[in-house]
């Protein structure tokens, strides 16, 4: 159980486009989604926080307008990097947590990842 | 400054050899994750420990959280070259739904 899909798994564009990156849980509802960036070598670095049907809350530094996240279901979030730039080919995963338990927290689970290149 | 400090941040090991990676907050953390990555995928989730003295351990991994709540250790018995890729450690800090602070990664090699 748990599966997050993340689609698509590799993408290259043009300078200027904008790209929907999407995350889906497969087999829960996900109350929670979390959007992260990952440079080469380096650790995840969270982006933003979403929750089903609120406005995403962004980390300092992350650009709202530049990264458009909708959560409008409880499987589904989407990411949009809206007019790419060389600057913004990384690595982005997109994870999914369910409902707290009462056993506790739910652990997030993480989608394949998406590899953006942007010429 | 980091919150989460991983060490060591590579280990290169032979087959069947026993190896510990450690996980330090600098404050008390609510839950501590474990996950492990494979270059330029996602990451996998291993275990959660929550309570303070928690073990937990599946197959040849055993995690163990500490009784303050700021250290984490990962042991693996006897490795072997599929448990190589990056271990991550994630802590939450404040419960529920929570956003985690990962650390920087231990990059382990088994080799045969």
């Known amino acids: 159980g748990a599966v997050v899909s993340q689609h698509p798994s590799w993408v290259i564009c043009k300078s200027g486009t904008s790209v929907k990156i999407e995350c889906r849980s497969l087999?829960?509802?996900?109350?929670?989604m979390f959007w992260y960036r990952q440079f080469p070598k380096q650790s995840l670095m969270l982006m933003a926080t979403?929750?089903?049907?609120?406005?995403?809350?962004?980390e300092q530094g992350v650009e709202k307008d530049k990264f458009l996240i909708n959560h409008a279901s409880l499987t589904l979030s989407t990411l949009t990097v809206t007019s790419a730039h060389p600057e913004d080919s990384s690595f982005y995963i997109c994870?999914?947590?369910?409902?707290?338990?009462?056993?506790?927290?739910?652990?997030?689970?993480f989608g394949d990842g998406t590899r953006l290149s942007i010429l | 400054s980091q919150e989460l400090e991983q060490s060591p941040q590579s280990l290169i090991v032979q087959e069947g050899k026993n190896l510990t990676i450690n996980c330090t907050s600098s404050?008390?953390?609510?839950?501590l994750y474990w996950y492990k990555q494979k270059y330029g995928e996602g990451l996998i989730f291993l275990m959660m420990?929550?309570?303070?003295?928690e073990e937990k351990s599946h197959e040849k991994i055993t995690a163990k959280l500490d009784e303050k709540k700021q250290q984490s250790s990962l042991h693996i018995t006897a490795s072997q070259p599929s448990h190589a890729g990056i271990y991550l450690c994630?802590?939450?800090?404040?419960?529920?739904?929570?956003?985690?602070?990962f650390g920087k990664g231990t990059k382990l090699t088994v080799n045969p």
């Open positions: 994870s999914a947590s369910g409902r707290e338990s009462d056993f506790g927290n739910q652990p997030q689970h």
């Open positions: 087999d829960f509802q996900a109350t929670t």
């Open positions: 979403s929750n089903e049907g609120s406005k995403a809350t962004y």
């Open positions: 404050k008390t953390l609510y839950g």
């Open positions: 420990l929550q309570k303070g003295g």
């Open positions: 994630g802590a939450g800090y404040q419960g529920g739904s929570e956003k985690l602070v």
